[in-house]
């Protein structure tokens, strides 16, 4: 019998960045297969299913196998799945392979357990790293779903909101002639106010968890010429959201505080929200009281959930801090009594959550 620990390290022993994951999905494939757990394999991941002996709810446990880029400045090799005193290393040990080989792990005990009641569907993706994340179509393809698990690292404590993630550019255009000469509208002058109003911009409605909306510039391109003034000046915007704004609301406001032009380069990333009383809520407390209940920063796949009005939490095993870093890793121990833990919480949700209420 394959152990969750094992699971973790031959996933992570093996190379999947955003763009090229045929390889990580070739190994979880397999892995699956292994399991004796049937998987359902396509271009967009591996899908496994495990129907209850009585009728219930559908729960989705899904994360994500891509990874960022390894990077520099390793002190072990970031595809060999070392273990170093009691320390699985490698990229995607935290985010999000743990929880891949978690979720695997709880299905692998259902099947030979049984289940209950519903049914159980652990669907592992790929492209969340990126531009192109595949869950809405591996969500096409289970159908309809009650409630879902998204595993990302949060040491197991319990994501019950998120912000989302709306990414704008703003352009700015002015003439464009001999830097020695030239008069008029300066578009790097435009964008460089545009950027102190948002800066001090403050979106009055605050969300009870999530605070205040977030508004950061990220990226910065003008000029053509060392003496040429800029016809064009751009700027990337990153706008954290809360459910306290519509998009449209948002928009608004940003596009009175400026001069320049706003575009939406990205709103695949809505805000995300379980109430406390939600009966998902209510099951993971019961079956975690350990855990803490917090609002999350990052965005994830659980936005894909919250599009089709399927209520989610995020949680998982790993410390968040050692993603996307040199050295990433998994206290082993740690990643053991995750799975326990999972075991329990989707257990409990199952057992919790209405039947018949499915959302397409």
């Not at 359902?40 to 709810?57: E, F, M, N, Q, R």
């Not at 559908?58 to 400045?73: E, M, N, Q, R, Y």
């Not at 003034?229 to 990337?236: G, H, K, Q, S």
């Amino acid at each position: 019998m394959i152990e969750a620990a094992e699971i973790l390290r031959r996933l992570v022993a093996v190379e999947g960045v955003t763009g090229c994951e045929s390889g990580i999905l070739a190994e979880a494939a397999a892995l699956v297969d292994e399991l004796g757990l049937a998987p359902v394999v396509s271009p967009d991941g591996v899908i496994v299913t495990l129907p209850g002996v009585a009728p219930g709810p559908t729960l989705l446990c899904c994360s994500h196998l891509d990874t960022v880029p390894a990077g520099d400045g390793w002190r072990t090799p970031p595809y060999a799945g070392a273990v170093v005193d009691g320390w699985l290393h490698g990229r995607g040990a935290v985010d999000a392979r743990a929880s891949c080989a978690a979720f695997l792990a709880v299905a692998r005990h259902f099947a030979e357990a049984g289940l209950p009641r519903g049914r159980l569907v652990v669907a592992l993706s790929i492209g969340e790293e990126g531009d192109d994340p595949s869950l809405p179509r591996l969500l096409d393809a289970i159908g309809p779903i009650d409630a879902g698990l998204v595993g990302e690292p949060t040491r197991m404590n319990i994501a019950s909101s998120q912000r989302g993630l709306l990414v704008l550019e703003l352009t700015a255009r002015g003439p464009q002639g001999h830097a020695a000469r030239t008069h008029g509208a300066n578009a790097i002058h435009v964008l460089a106010r545009d950027l102190v109003a948002l800066e001090t911009l403050r979106p009055p409605r605050a969300h009870p968890s999530l605070g205040r909306v977030k508004i950061t510039p990220t990226r910065l391109q003008a000029g053509v010429a060392d003496n040429m003034t800029a016809p064009v000046a751009t700027a990337l915007v990153d706008v954290r959201t809360t459910p306290a704004y519509e998009t449209e609301e948002l928009l608004a406001l940003i596009r009175e505080a400026v001069e320049s032009t706003v575009a939406v380069r990205s709103d695949l990333w809505p805000p995300c929200e379980t109430p406390p009383a939600h009966p998902l809520a209510l099951a993971a407390k019961e079956a975690l009281p350990q855990a803490s209940v917090f609002a999350s920063d990052a965005a994830s796949d659980w936005a894909f959930l919250q599009r089709r009005g399927i209520p989610g939490l995020k949680l998982g095993p790993g410390d968040p801090t050692f993603s996307h870093a040199p050295d990433e890793r998994i206290a082993l121990r740690d990643f053991t009594a995750a799975v326990a833990d999972l075991i329990r919480l989707t257990g409990q949700c199952l057992a919790r959550l209405p039947a018949g209420k499915a959302h397409a």
